[in-house]
């Protein structure tokens, strides 16, 4: 079974640090890896995706993430935070062989201080 | 303007009604999903449908209900049979099964 681990429930960073958001799972085949981003008492946004090919992914609103096959990690970067990306960020798996299943991560809060 | 609108934001139900949450997608995406989500859980996948008339349930389908009998819409019923309904429900859509989901706004139910 599909399975996606955020170990981190919450974060705070300062504004202008830099971020690290954790993301393993666990899929059987070559997996479809996200990154959503979503605002209290708001849908999910998508920020990037990872299907095949280059394994550093560039996303919206500066953010990046790399696939590590090795690690069954998918980890979301952003080299400078600022305030407005307080949020709550999701990972989620899928992949050709789940019948569009996406599984979910329990997500990471982030807070940013000024 | 494309996009998913779920209707209403905001709902709130007495206990032993049945409710049903809006979907509406102009996307023309092939497939839809409702999620439930629960604060500390992430989402959890209650019904999904890749087709027009047909449907698979999810993770936590039980106490729930949905039809699709347009592409567009795909409204969800939280019957009375669901033990604990008050959660925050989110739909999606994607262009085909294997692709990335778009959300809605979500619909906040309050059941009491």
């Known amino acids: 079974a599909q399975s996606v681990t955020q170990p981190d429930i919450h974060i705070t960073v300062s504004e202008g640090a830099s971020l690290e958001l954790r993301c393993n799972y666990s899929y059987g085949a070559t997996p479809y890896l996200f990154w959503y981003v979503q605002s209290p008492g708001q849908g999910l946004q998508l920020l990037l995706k990872?299907?095949?090919?280059?394994?550093l992914v560039q996303g919206i609103k500066g953010f990046e993430a790399e696939f590590k096959r090795s690690q069954s990690s998918f980890n979301l970067r952003k080299p400078s935070v600022h305030w407005s990306d307080a949020a709550e960020y999701f990972c989620?798996?899928?992949?050709?062989?789940?019948?569009?299943?996406?599984?979910f991560g329990t997500g990471t809060r982030l807070q940013v201080t000024l | 303007d494309g996009g998913i609108t779920q209707s209403p934001k905001y709902l709130f139900r007495k206990e032993g009604q049945n409710v049903t949450l809006s979907c509406e997608q102009n996307l023309n995406h092939d497939a839809m999903y409702w999620y439930r989500q629960d604060p500390g859980q992430g989402l959890r996948l209650i019904y999904y449908s890749q087709i027009v008339n047909d449907f698979q349930k999810g993770d936590i389908a039980e106490g729930y209900s949905v039809s699709r009998e347009k592409k567009e819409s795909f409204p969800l019923t939280v019957t009375s049979a669901q033990k604990n309904p008050t959660a925050f429900y989110l739909c999606?859509?994607?262009?085909?099964?294997?692709?990335?989901?778009?959300f809605g706004p979500g619909t906040r139910l309050t059941v009491t």
């Open positions: 989620a798996v899928g992949g050709a062989g789940t019948a569009s299943k996406l599984t």
């Open positions: 999606a859509s994607s262009m085909d099964r294997a692709y990335e989901q778009y």
């Open positions: 990872y299907f095949s090919g280059d394994t």
